[in-house]
């Protein structure tokens, strides 16, 4: 699955990333983001060198959360050239609502 990261991270895994990225900001107490995880890993796999999957664990990040502006988990942040380009995120988040943003960023 996708490399855990975190601030000091963020701008070469994510900002600096010459494809789209899919930011998972998720919880170990957090059951919908534990649910996902799965499906989450395989979209990984599904689209390969077209797009990049990281992981923010919540529980270790929560200055950078409150900087991101993620008041909520699971929160997934959809990245292109650089530029948050879209933002999922609530209990009810399906694999198929974050892999429909997925498709439309890559185009």
Known sequence: MGMD???????????????????????????PCLALMPEVEKLAERYGEHLKVVKVDASKNRRFCMTMKVLGLPTFLVYKDGQEVERLNGASLSISEIEESVKKTIG
């Open 5 to 31: 990261i975190n601030a000091d991270d963020f701008e070469q895994a994510v900002i600096k990333s010459n494809v789209p990225v899919l930011v998972d900001f998720w919880g170990p107490q957090c059951g």
